[in-house]
């Protein structure tokens, strides 16, 4: 608890503060009362600042002035700055001054009063990196939560919306906001999610991938909790019931329960005419597929199964082949690893030599080792398609690579039979996914006939506007949530 001495409580906060040089208190006298105003360099506006905290001081004029009523102006009469808040401790004043609020302390009393000045440099509105389109709006999500905040409000002007800040990590201190739409999301999902980061363990919290773990239901490969970087997306998920996560310092805002089917769509599905939206859907299952399967696949035909393969393409794939040093097996591995190694080296290296890459994958894996006789044309081709295919699915990316490896195993050890019980095994792990409880695979698994209007297909706004979307309206869904 603060003390009703000044000098007392300045030492008190400069000793928690570890005599930081970044600390910075301002001390002055208004009307014949000592005060300290204690903010943090860098976290705050020096205009702000003075117009909103140093200039209503200088000017205020009170007869008979004394601590109680000077601390009476300042907190109720007196109007500074909109975002106002009492502190009572150290380690409250610590923590306002670090996240952009300055602190006003009055000789006397023991209570300091944080006025909101924060003016810290954030990277400016700009279009989404990782999630584009082709119409709609251009505007990402930014490192700061008061202006994430404010694009989800900018489209969403009801009371029905609602926001509760948190904060989680025992030393970083991050702020946090939880969203729903109060009248369509269940109460019981907003206060599960906010129990679990409410018993977060982590000290340190920098971005959204660290608490993502702790709101999924530990599914070994598929993850039930989406992320994405565009506000009118996480605006279109809350509509449907969901709660959102939104993270300062980080541009991905994160929301539950995620579903599979929602990795092919995106949000020109929704601007495009719904005959548009069916063929390109059936594109991504169909590339969705081909990354996964092809390289496996070829590998399971050329070793186990070359009877399945027509006898005017086995003559030119074995002729292929056998100018190659290596197994069928072999060469796909080391394709599949080449292509990750330079996957991993674009994403990594900065863009300005990025392009180096693709130039010497293109001439080193793309002509050289086929004209040398490493690898066969065929796998080449095989792996190059799987490859290209995986983009198109970009929010499973990871997962289509590990999917990929885990045929090219099966189908070079045990052929068909392989690719078969590996379907099983990953069929398997989706379908008993269930993410605060929403079955993961609705509305396939269980079948949901309602909700495969924008599944597979996208029925036009005539019949998607005629009811509000519920996520929990899906057959398997309970009730609890839990």
Same mark, same amino acid.
């Given at each position: 608890?603060?003390?009703?001495?000044?000098?007392? &409580?300045?030492?008190?906060?400069?000793?928690?503060?570890? =005599?930081?040089?970044?600390?910075?208190?301002?001390?002055?006298?208004?009307?014949? $009362?000592?005060?300290?105003?204690?903010?943090?360099?860098?976290?705050?506006?020096?205009?702000?600042?003075? =117009? @909103?905290?140093? !200039?209503?001081?200088?000017?205020?004029?009170?007869?008979?002035?004394?601590?109680?009523?000077?601390?009476?102006?300042?907190?109720?009469?007196?109007?500074?700055?909109?975002?106002?808040?009492?502190?009572?401790?150290?380690?409250?004043?610590?923590?306002?001054?670090?996240?952009?609020?300055?602190?006003?302390?009055?000789?006397?009393?023991?209570?300091? *009063?944080?006025?909101?000045?924060?003016?810290?440099?954030?990277?400016?509105?700009?279009?989404?990196?990782?999630? #584009?389109?082709?119409?709609?709006?251009?505007?990402?999500?930014?490192?700061?939560?008061?202006?994430?905040?404010?694009?989800? !409000? !900018?489209?969403?002007?009801?009371?029905?919306?609602?926001?509760?800040?948190?904060?989680?990590?025992?030393?970083?201190?991050?702020?946090? +906001?939880?969203?729903?739409?109060?009248?369509?999301?269940?109460?019981?999902?907003?206060?599960?999610?906010?129990?679990?980061?409410?018993?977060?363990?982590?000290?340190?919290?920098?971005?959204?991938?660290?608490?993502?773990?702790?709101?999924?239901?530990? =599914?070994?490969?598929?993850?039930?909790?989406?992320?994405?970087?565009?506000?009118?997306?996480?605006?279109?998920?809350? /509509?449907?019931?969901?709660?959102?996560?939104? $993270?300062?310092?980080?541009?991905?805002?994160?929301?539950?329960?995620?579903?599979?089917?929602? =990795?092919?769509?995106? @949000?020109?599905? *929704?601007?495009?005419?719904?005959?548009?939206?069916?063929?390109? #859907?059936?594109? !991504?299952?169909?590339?969705?597929?081909?990354?996964?399967?092809?390289?496996?696949?070829?590998?399971?035909?050329?070793?186990?199964?070359?009877?399945?393969?027509?006898?005017?393409? %086995?003559?030119?794939?074995?002729?292929?082949?056998?100018?190659?040093?290596?197994?069928?097996?072999?060469?796909?591995?080391?394709?599949?690893?080449?292509?990750?190694?330079?996957?991993?080296?674009?994403?990594?290296?900065?863009? &300005?030599?990025?392009?180096?890459?693709?130039?010497?994958?293109?001439?080193?894996?793309?002509?050289?080792?086929?004209?040398?006789?490493?690898?066969?044309?065929?796998?080449?081709?095989?792996?190059?398609?799987?490859? $290209?295919?995986?983009?198109?699915?970009?929010?499973?990316?990871?997962?289509?690579?590990?999917?990929?490896?885990?045929?090219?195993?099966?189908?070079?050890?045990?052929?068909?039979?392989?690719?078969?019980?590996?379907? %099983?095994?990953?069929?398997?792990?989706?379908?008993?996914?269930?993410? /605060?409880?929403?079955?993961?695979?609705?509305?396939?698994?269980?079948?949901?006939?309602?909700?495969?209007?924008? +599944?597979?297909?996208?029925?036009?706004?005539?019949?998607?506007?005629?009811?509000?979307?519920?996520? /929990?309206?899906?057959?398997?869904?309970?009730?609890?949530?839990?």
């Amino acid at each position: 608890m603060l003390d009703k001495i000044l000098e007392n &409580n300045t030492v008190t906060v400069r000793s928690v503060m570890k =005599n930081s040089s970044d600390l910075i208190l301002k001390y002055a006298k208004v009307c014949g $009362i000592g005060i300290c105003v204690i903010s943090c360099d860098g976290q705050t506006d020096a205009n702000k600042l003075a =117009n @909103l905290v140093y !200039r209503p001081l200088s000017e205020l004029d009170l007869p008979d002035c004394t601590p109680e009523k000077l601390a009476s102006m300042i907190s109720g009469e007196l109007l500074i700055a909109c975002d106002e808040k009492p502190v009572t401790s150290p380690e409250e004043i610590v923590s306002a001054a670090m996240s952009g609020f300055c602190v006003i302390l009055i000789d006397g009393t023991d209570t300091g *009063y944080a006025v909101g000045v924060q003016g810290f440099e954030t990277r400016s509105v700009t279009q989404p990196e990782n999630h #584009r389109n082709i119409r709609g709006a251009r505007e990402g999500f930014v490192e700061a939560l008061h202006i994430n905040m404010s694009l989800v !409000r !900018r489209r969403v002007k009801s009371p029905d919306l609602v926001f509760t800040n948190m904060t989680v990590g025992k030393t970083s201190g991050t702020e946090i +906001t939880v969203c729903r739409m109060e009248s369509i999301a269940e109460r019981g999902l907003a206060d599960e999610v906010i129990r679990r980061l409410e018993t977060l363990p982590l000290s340190l919290v920098l971005e959204s991938g660290f608490i993502q773990p702790f709101l999924e239901n530990r =599914n070994p490969l598929f993850t039930e909790v989406g992320a994405t970087e565009r506000p009118d997306v996480f605006v279109s998920k809350l /509509y449907e019931g969901r709660v959102g996560v939104i $993270i300062d310092g980080s541009p991905f805002a994160l929301y539950v329960p995620k579903l599979f089917t929602e =990795n092919f769509m995106v @949000l020109d599905d *929704y601007t495009e005419h719904p005959l548009f939206a069916f063929f390109i #859907r059936i594109v !991504r299952w169909l590339a969705f597929f081909a990354a996964i399967l092809l390289p496996g696949f070829y590998t399971a035909l050329a070793n186990f199964h070359p009877e399945l393969i027509p006898d005017a393409l %086995l003559r030119d794939l074995a002729a292929a082949e056998a100018l190659t040093p290596y197994t069928v097996l072999t060469e796909c591995v080391i394709l599949d690893v080449f292509y990750e190694i330079m996957r991993e080296a674009g994403l990594r290296l900065p863009s &300005n030599v990025g392009h180096a890459v693709s130039i010497v994958g293109g001439i080193v894996i793309g002509d050289i080792v086929v004209s040398a006789g490493l690898v066969g044309a065929p796998m080449l081709l095989a792996v190059a398609i799987a490859s $290209i295919s995986g983009y198109i699915v970009s929010d499973i990316a990871n997962q289509v690579s590990f999917m990929r490896f885990v045929y090219i195993l099966a189908g070079g050890l045990c052929g068909l039979f392989g690719i078969t019980i590996a379907s %099983l095994v990953f069929c398997v792990s989706a379908c008993s996914a269930n993410s /605060y409880g929403v079955p993961f695979t609705s509305p396939l698994a269980p079948f949901s006939g309602k909700s495969m209007r924008d +599944t597979f297909i996208r029925s036009s706004w005539h019949k998607l506007g005629h009811t509000d979307p519920d996520i /929990y309206d899906m057959n398997g869904a309970e009730d609890d949530k839990q």
